[in-house]
């Protein structure tokens, strides 16, 4: 088991930049591959990034592509969604979420909840204009 802390979040200005890390304990994320969601007030939780364990691998919502990156330290224990050029619209609670068990070979397969047995509590991030 794997327990995730987010953190990083906070309020910016449009077109500002923000980093949030998911830090991994009680095991590292060397065989895993990681996801970060997002949910606005109001709606649905959605998907945003992911990156299989060796990091080659990413997906991305097209709500976010060219604006965010997400990628993993050497040491295989912490997560980063680097969100350049922020819209009012990122404004949401963002979650990241761990995947022990499924390859995937679609943004519509990494983007189903059903894969991620581990969740964090989230960390805020506002956007305003």
């Known amino acids: 088991q794997v327990q995730l802390v987010e953190s990083g979040g906070g309020s910016v200005q449009a077109g500002d930049s923000l980093r949030l890390s998911c830090a991994a304990s009680?095991?590292?994320?060397?065989?895993?591959?990681v996801a970060w969601f997002r949910q606005a007030p109001g709606k649905e939780r959605v998907f945003v990034a992911r990156?299989?364990?060796?990091?080659?691998?990413?997906y991305y919502a097209d709500s976010v592509k060219d604006r965010f990156t997400i990628s993993k330290n050497d040491a295989g224990n912490t997560i980063y969604l680097l969100m350049n050029n922020l819209k009012p619209e990122d404004t949401a609670i963002y979650y990241c979420?761990?995947?022990?068990?499924?390859?995937?070979?679609?943004?519509?397969?990494?983007?189903?909840?059903?894969?991620?047995?581990?969740w964090g509590q989230g960390t805020q991030v506002s956007v305003s204009s």
């Open positions: 990156t299989d364990w060796s990091g080659h691998q990413k």
């Open positions: 009680g095991r590292t994320f060397r065989t895993f591959s």
């Open positions: 979420a761990a995947d022990d068990r499924t390859t995937v070979y679609s943004t519509a397969a990494a983007a189903t909840e059903g894969r991620y047995t581990n």
